[in-house]
């Protein structure tokens, strides 16, 4: 019983989230505007991780 009610309860809280707009308020200026984002967007993110976790690359064999 009471997981029904709980299933219930949040399909009843969340169902209304099918009606509203998407809200953007700072996209711009955190993501497309970023020229942190846009530097490791146009690089190999893959390269970008092991660099920062202190991995070197293997040299070609």
């Known amino acids: 019983m009471r997981k029904a ?3 219930m309860a ?3 809280v969340y169902a209304q989230i ?3 707009d998407f809200v ?3 996209d711009g200026n955190y993501v497309y505007n970023n020229p942190r984002v ?3 967007i146009s ?3 893959i390269r970008q991780v092991n660099l920062r976790a202190g991995l070197k690359p293997r040299p070609a064999s």
């Open 43 to 45: 690089s190999s993110p």
């Open 5 to 7: 009610f709980l299933v």
């Open 38 to 40: 846009r530097e490791e």
């Open 18 to 20: 099918g009606s509203h």
């Open 10 to 12: 949040t399909l009843m």
């Open 24 to 26: 953007s308020y700072d």
